[in-house]
């Protein structure tokens, strides 16, 4: 269950970005275990196959002028833009930040050592682009008992590679207990956006905001300037929840009044006298009948921006497949904004591999978080996790195993706008999707959940979960699957919100209405018929606003 191999991180980089079946390229890539003869023998997620190739979805296609058309439905809702997702928006490219302090590693516990050469490299003038520079971590093993962290703007903690091989890659071994919550820690120490600037709270005076717009007006647009960051805060009312039905708790209670807020983080981009726009998209209706919105100037001095972790390997020491007495996840992304994780492979954790929180504006790209090492039970195995305040963070690239939920929301109304694109879980025991309390705006796009253990019938979902939990009720709400795959007759479950839609749209496998809750299903199309064009919706949606 737990065999791994060396191998070029490079070389799975590209096989990730090409596109294919991500089992295919496991059969080919030495870093990765062999798939099962099953999902070998698969069809290309999105290759044309047959007379039904070539085909687009009836709701979001191509128009003549070769631009997305995206067609309402009678309430109007539609499909939202995720192109906004991960570092700077997808607007620049991941950057090349130079080492400025390379180490070997000493014997003994290194998390002193590593934190030091953070520090010396966090005193340096950062340069015109905001970058300090990167701590280059010589090939070799690091034990490592506490935690690292990379907690200044512009500061990189880069490996030599991801291999198992300490002759060439670099390998964090996590040797704590429990107390080890993270081996690394990217970021701040708070999760909170509620510091105000005194003087810029003014209410949304628009009737309604539609999925998807960016653009609305204020009763006082002279308390904002361009380039402000600005909070956009929908109340949780009593009418809000009586149109949602309670938040779908079944026969728990409903969700309180003031427990669920929706939650933006953005930018002001223009202003045009009480018209304001941000520079990304809301995912939930702003209905002034059923709550008054309102928008403030946040205080993000401690914010921390451009930093990032590469090519490296976490290796979290446990000793047997439940064994919890262990570092409980790999690397957390908090308080940050612009921020990356690429070229890395997270082992053995108990909680997440890579774990987002209060968190906007993040790539986590080609990425290993797989055979973690807990028991098989609640608040465990989050493989790629976008927790409270997660938003427009993208996890592309992507290989797991062994998880409850491996790409999943799990921080309710507050988070927003992530997308998993291209990856695969193989072996999980329960689904992905939105977890619980109202999860906005998320895209999987080309998942792919093999050979699940999972004894139910959805191994993908975006629909109400009822009393399950502590009443997580709904758990993603305007969001969608496009173009994943599932298998051995498990099937994708999306069902229709209140005052929302959730979508389906080519599924290679079953897809329907059928979720832990009998709730009106919701937009399925093109299930099983190949060649769905856009092949990926992210990309198209990137490319067309580009």
Not at 272 to 296: H, K, M, W
Not at 412 to 435: A, I, L
Not at 448 to 467: F, M, P, Q, T, Y
Not at 515 to 526: F, K, L, R, S, Y
């Amino acid at each position: 269950m737990h065999h791994e191999q060396a191998g070029n991180p490079h070389t799975r980089r590209e096989l990730f970005r090409a596109g294919g079946v991500l089992l295919a390229a496991a059969a080919t890539s030495p870093l990765l275990p062999a798939p099962t003869a099953a999902a070998r023998t698969r069809p290309a997620s999105g290759a044309p196959s047959g007379p039904s190739a070539g085909w687009q979805s009836k709701i979001l296609h191509y128009g003549d002028d070769g631009k997305l058309v995206y067609v309402p439905d009678s309430n109007g809702n539609r499909i939202p833009d995720f192109s906004f997702a991960g570092y700077r928006n997808g607007e620049t490219p991941l950057p090349e930040v130079p080492a400025v302090l390379t180490i070997r590693p000493v014997s003994g516990d290194n998390t002193a050592h590593i934190q030091a050469a953070l520090n010396e490299v966090g005193q340096r003038e950062p340069d015109g682009n905001g970058h300090r520079g990167a701590v280059l971590l010589r090939p070799g093993t690091y034990r490592v008992s506490g935690t690292i962290r990379v907690n200044r703007t512009g500061v990189v903690l880069r490996g030599s590679g991801e291999s198992v091989d300490p002759e060439i890659g670099t390998i964090i071994r996590a040797t704590g207990d429990s107390r080890q919550t993270y081996v690394i820690e990217v970021g701040g120490q708070t999760d909170e956006w509620a510091t105000e600037v005194p003087g810029t709270r003014t209410d949304v005076t628009s009737e309604f905001v539609q999925v998807g717009s960016r653009t609305f007006t204020v009763a006082d647009a002279s308390r904002l300037s361009i380039g402000d960051n600005l909070i956009i805060r929908h109340p949780c009312t009593k009418e809000w929840l009586s149109a949602i039905d309670g938040g779908g708790t079944g026969s728990q209670p409903s969700w309180g009044v003031g427990e669920r807020p929706i939650i933006y983080n953005r930018y002001v981009r223009d202003i045009q006298g009480n018209e304001i726009t941000v520079c990304a998209p809301v995912f939930n209706q702003l209905d002034r009948s059923l709550a008054r919105s309102s928008v403030y100037v946040w205080d993000n001095t401690e914010l921390v921006r451009d930093v990032g972790v590469e090519s490296l390997r976490v290796d979290i020491q446990a000793a047997s497949a439940e064994d919890e007495n262990h570092a409980q996840s790999g690397i957390r992304l908090r308080r940050v904004e612009d921020a990356w994780v690429r070229d890395v492979t997270v082992l053995h954790f108990s909680f997440a591999g890579i774990d987002t929180r209060a968190a906007t504006r993040v790539t986590v790209r080609d990425v290993r978080a797989s055979h973690p090492r807990s028991r098989i039970a609640g608040g465990r195995r989050y493989n790629f996790n976008a927790g409270a305040l997660a938003q427009q963070v993208l996890f592309q690239g992507l290989w797991a195993t062994h998880a409850r939920h491996a790409f999943v929301s799990n921080g309710t109304s507050r988070t927003s706008g992530c997308v998993w694109q291209d990856g695969f879980n193989q072996e999980g025991y329960s689904e992905s999707g939105g977890h619980h309390r109202w999860s906005q705006g998320l895209l999987l796009d080309n998942i792919k959940e093999l050979d699940s253990n999972s004894g139910r019938g959805h191994v993908i979902a975006l629909h109400c979960r009822g009393a399950l939990g502590t009443g997580h009720g709904w758990s993603s709400v305007h969001s969608v699957a496009w173009n994943c795959t599932v298998d051995n007759g498990k099937h994708v479950a999306v069902q229709r919100p209140p005052t929302a839609q959730n979508y389906a749209i080519g599924t290679a496998g079953k897809a329907s209405g059928n979720g832990w809750t009998d709730q009106p299903a919701g937009h399925i199309e093109g299930t099983n018929r190949g060649g769905l064009e856009p092949s990926s919706l992210y990309r198209a949606q990137l490319s067309d606003r580009l």
